[in-house]
């Protein structure tokens, strides 16, 4: 396949991306019929139970995102992928076999749906994390690009088909549709010949602590926090429109499953079409105007929606819905991609899906109670005033510029020179650095140095300090406490970043002339007996 770097649909040109893009969809149609089968059988028992499908899809990313980010990284993410689609196979078979038996109750279709979130919280920080190894990094914005145009022509085909099929056939069938539709996914990655690769792994580094590593180094990266905080202002009022159409194409426009599904469809058209013109909105708004105006035509597509009783116009309302989706999605999800080292991203992309899909799974059921309490028309417009604040806030809190930014890992630290070696759980670690800077530079020096503090918090450190010598102003140490030599060791053989290197590198030139840090290593006196010598 012949294509310009530069174009939106480059990263098909790779054959294992693109064929994963082409089962993706075929999933993802599955998925979106599901959906339109779920909610539409729940429509006549009330607002709450129609959210709730929204909750129970999305709640349990809040609860297994982090868990399945320390698979994605500590393992086979090939492997992970695979156990996660064999598992939503067999979920999706047993809700087929309910549904043709007329034994699906609420409960046992909502708990089901629970299991098949379960199912996506497991795959999606691994697939997420693997994007980096299907296209080259200057693209992984046109392939979060791609990967929303996926999820929206599914939505542009799934919905309505769904809603024609439980229409005419019942949904028993739409539930056996994607539970094939699981088989496409995990035979091209039987297929895949993925390299062997290893992360930087703590030797006995339990679960907890991998969890741990990834929340450090989430909340010592500013940029990564950045993009958090702008799913975070926009997910609330945005998780709106998708909790509350079913109740929109019911109540407010009085259309059946197969209207409903064709709302839906127009949403996904709006995203496709919206994908050719993305990249020229993106060079002439950036990426944060790109949000800006996402939430603002999404904004005022709820305002519509809110106002309207006629069809058509709710049909023109939500065509550039699917573009502000996408424009918004895409935005976001390579933000986060660009700013994670391979060690951590997919412990960094399961906290970002956390925000993402928590935001919706939270707000779903507060939707479908606002609209009990106070009717739809309310809750529309309140969706529409978050969505207004959202596009309002990116003046105050932009999303990071990316220029400098290279997460490609650099293993510039030298072999400690111990004279014993500790064991794996040995520790804590007491690293000291002393530099001697001229007292002209001392203001520059600790300023660069909290790059550098930040650096060793991301990929490690407990503690840190600088501090002056008083009885010699030239002398600077700095301190900092590592939970074990493993996990010492792990920032010595890949956890550290060009970035790093380079934010080390500026403080460096501040140093007097002919003068190199001095690196010193201790370990706690009180734990026990350590082998003190080479013949010990």
């Excluded at 396949?1 to 993802?28: C, E, G, K, T, Y």
């Excluded at 105006?293 to 309302?317: E, I, M, Q, S, Y």
């Amino acid at each position: 396949m012949r294509l310009s770097h530069d174009s939106a649909w480059a990263p098909l040109a790779a054959r294992v991306f693109r064929a994963l893009w082409i089962a993706q969809l075929v999933s993802n149609t599955g998925t979106w019929m599901q959906t339109v089968g779920a909610q539409w059988l729940l429509v006549g028992h009330g607002a709450a139970l129609v959210t709730l499908v929204q909750t129970a899809s999305s709640l349990p990313v809040v609860l297994l995102a982090l868990p399945s980010g320390v698979l994605a990284d500590r393992y086979d993410r090939r492997g992970v992928l695979l156990v996660a689609q064999f598992a939503m196979l067999a979920v999706s078979t047993a809700l087929t076999v309910l549904a043709f038996q007329g034994a699906l109750t609420p409960g046992a279709l909502l708990g089901l749906t629970f299991l098949l979130g379960c199912g996506t919280a497991l795959m999606g920080p691994a697939w997420q994390a693997i994007q980096p190894e299907l296209v080259e990094r200057v693209q992984l914005g046109q392939a979060a690009a791609l990967g929303a145009v996926n999820m929206n022509l599914a939505r542009a085909v799934g919905p309505a088909l769904g809603g024609a099929v439980v229409a005419a056939a019942g949904a028993g069938w739409v539930f056996a549709f994607n539970a094939l539709s699981y088989l496409g996914i995990a035979s091209v990655l039987l297929l895949w010949r993925r390299p062997a690769t290893r992360q930087p792994v703590a030797r006995g580094e339990g679960l907890l602590a991998a969890v741990q590593a990834g929340r450090r180094y989430v909340w010592h990266a500013p940029g990564v926090r950045r993009v958090l905080l702008r799913t975070a202002l926009f997910i609330p009022g945005g998780a709106a429109l998708w909790s509350l159409l079913p109740l929109v194409a019911s109540r407010s426009l009085g259309l059946g499953s197969g209207g409903y599904g064709l709302l839906l469809g127009v949403v996904g058209v709006g995203a496709v079409g919206g994908a050719f013109a993305l990249p020229v909105i993106r060079r002439k708004l950036g990426a944060n105007g790109t949000l800006a105006a996402g939430a603002a035509v999404f904004a005022v597509t709820l305002a519509v929606l809110a106002l309207t009783r006629t069809p058509w116009l709710a049909v023109a309302a939500l065509l550039p819905a699917g573009l502000a989706w996408i424009g918004v999605l895409s935005t976001l999800n390579a933000a986060v991609q660009q700013r994670l080292p391979g060690w951590v991203r997919g412990r960094g992309l399961a906290i970002y899906l956390v925000v993402f899909q928590g935001g919706q799974a939270l707000t779903a059921p507060l939707w479908g109670a606002l609209v009990d309490g106070v009717g739809l028309t309310p809750a529309l417009l309140t969706g529409a005033g978050l969505l207004v604040g959202s596009a309002l806030s990116v003046r105050w809190w932009p999303l990071h510029h990316t220029d400098g930014v290279d997460p490609s890992p650099s293993a510039h630290w030298p072999v400690p020179p111990l004279v014993f070696e500790p064991g794996p759980r040995d520790g804590p670690v007491l690293v000291s650095v002393t530099y001697r800077v001229a007292p002209a530079d001392r203001a520059a020096f600790t300023d660069r140095m909290r790059h550098v503090a930040r650096s060793r918090r991301r990929t490690g450190a407990v503690t840190w300090g600088l501090f002056q010598d008083g009885g010699d102003p030239e002398r600077f140490i700095e301190n900092y406490l590592v939970a074990s030599w493993s996990e010492h060791l792990a920032q010595h053989r890949g956890r550290l970043t060009a970035n790093d290197r380079r934010f080390e590198e500026e403080a460096r030139k501040l140093l007097v002339e002919g003068t190199s840090p001095e690196v010193t290593h201790a370990f706690d006196a009180a734990a026990g007996p350590m082998v003190h010598g080479p013949g010990a």
